[in-house]
């Protein structure tokens, strides 16, 4: 990924922050094929210095086929994006440009279907996205639960090499950055308005900046 240095995210703590509030990944393989991508949530887990992404796909989907033929792969977590209008700048000759915040981790994979592993795995999943839906899944029968294990398969990806960029009007002058926070802030579209938490979160467009005054 192409990342200007102001672009860049410096702390690991910030880019595993990120990748948990957007944990709904898109998992990309090379196959003989081509590319290959499934769309997909992700438990990240972030200890004893290494980082490590678990999931799961359903067996009738060939990803893990390719994991299993290639380990080799790349994670990408999206955020919030949106257009940015040269109106927003003070500088008249200004161009129009996109926000946007993403992380790439590069890793290899693992593939495991023990029973063991996949519930391991599914235990983490539910307690990331909805603990009280344990105790459903516990109450549910045995023959439904082991067939729904039957059909998927686990993954675990050992992270190699980790990309974050968070594009967000720091090469902008203060003043620029707080218009850009004003015009994106109402709209009624989250994704839109959550770049302009993103860049709250960041400190932009601070008014007690001389620069933006």
Known sequence: MYIPEHFRIRRHEDAIAFMRLNSFAILISS???????????LFVDDA???LLLRGHVAKVNPHWRYL???????????GPHAYISPSNYTIRESVPTWN???VHVYGDARIFSSEGDV???????????EPAYRDRWESL?????ENML???????ITATKIEGKFKLSQNRPRRDQANVIQSLAGSQDSVIAGVARMMRDQHLGAADDKEGK
């Not at 196959?31 to 949530?41: C, F, I, N, R, V």
């Not at 299993?68 to 999206?78: A, D, G, K, Y």
């Not at 029968?141 to 639960?145: A, E, G, I, N, Y």
């Open 31 to 41: 196959t003989g094929e081509g590319p290959y991508a499934t769309h997909l949530p």
């Open 68 to 78: 299993e033929q290639n380990p080799q792969c790349l994670t990408i977590f999206h």
């Open 119 to 129: 519930h391991q795995m599914l235990e983490e999943l539910m307690q990331t996205f």
């Open 48 to 50: 004893d210095e290494k």
């Open 141 to 145: 029968s045995p023959t439904f639960r």
């Open 100 to 102: 946007y915040a993403a």
């Open 150 to 156: 039957r059909q998927i398969v686990g993954f675990e």
